[in-house]
Each structure stands twice: as structure tokens, then as C-alpha cells.
């Protein structure tokens, strides 16, 4: 294999990621990020007929339900920021609905933790 056949073979994945994302950049993590929870818009029974193959595939992907941005990434062969990119294309489109991911919980109190232990340890022995 000459070299010019090794950088045509190598780019070509670059160059199909450029064509799937529209020449687009990554958004902003605020905007999209690996926990963010993403699914169809309930309107989705009819869909445009201009979306690509791979734009069908996450939308058919996000059909069943709410699922992260890893997740949905996790269930292509495609590189995170490709479907990262992708998502983001069809969330403005009005094809994808998100969520934000759910907060972090609170610690709890260890005095009160301590409370209830201490409780227990009294009423049952």
C-alpha cells in the first residue's frame, strides 16, 4: 500500500464525520452534555423527510423513552462528538425534546444520621 492510498483510507472517516454533522461544531456542554436526557417529541409521527440516515437512527434510537447522551452514543458506531453534534442538530429542529440531567443529591446530616442510629440502638437493643 502506497502512502497515498493510507492517507486516503485514513480521512475518509474524518471526512464522513464532516458530511454527517453538516460541517458543524461540538455544542456546549451546558447546552448538551454526557448526562443530558434526551427523547422524541411526542409530534414525531410524521417526520421530515430531509433527515439522514443517521439523523433516522438517533431518532429512532430516542423513540423508546429518555436516554443520555452516552447512552445513545453507546448504541451507534459513530464518535461521541458526531452524536453529540447530530443531537444537537435535531434538538433545534424541534425533533428531539431534552432534559436536564437530575441533580445531585444533598449529603445528609451526619448528627441526624447519628440521631437515628442512636434511636434504633435504643428501641430495638
Known amino acids: 500500500m502506497t502512502s497515498s492510498e493510507e492517507f486516503e483510507l485514513s480521512d475518509a472517516g474524518l471526512v464522513r464525520a464532516y458530511v454527517i454533522t453538516k460541517g458543524r461544531g461540538l455544542p456546549d456542554d451546558d447546552q448538551l452534555s ?31 423513552g429518555y436516554l443520555s447522551v452516552a447512552e445513545i452514543a453507546g448504541h451507534t458506531r459513530l464518535p461521541l462528538g458526531v452524536v453529540r ?15 436536564p440531567p437530575v441533580p445531585r443529591a444533598r449529603k445528609a446530616d451526619r448528627a441526624i444520621l447519628e440521631e437515628v442510629l442512636n434511636g434504633l440502638y435504643t428501641k430495638f437493643g
Open 34 to 64: 454526557l448526562i443530558t436526557l434526551l427523547t422524541a417529541a411526542p409530534e414525531q409521527g410524521q417526520r421530515a423527510p430531509r433527515l439522514s440516515p443517521e439523523e433516522e437512527r438517533l431518532l429512532d434510537i430516542c423513540s423508546d
Open 85 to 99: 453534534i447530530v443531537l444537537a442538530g435535531l434538538t433545534e429542529g424541534g425533533h428531539l425534546v431534552t432534559r
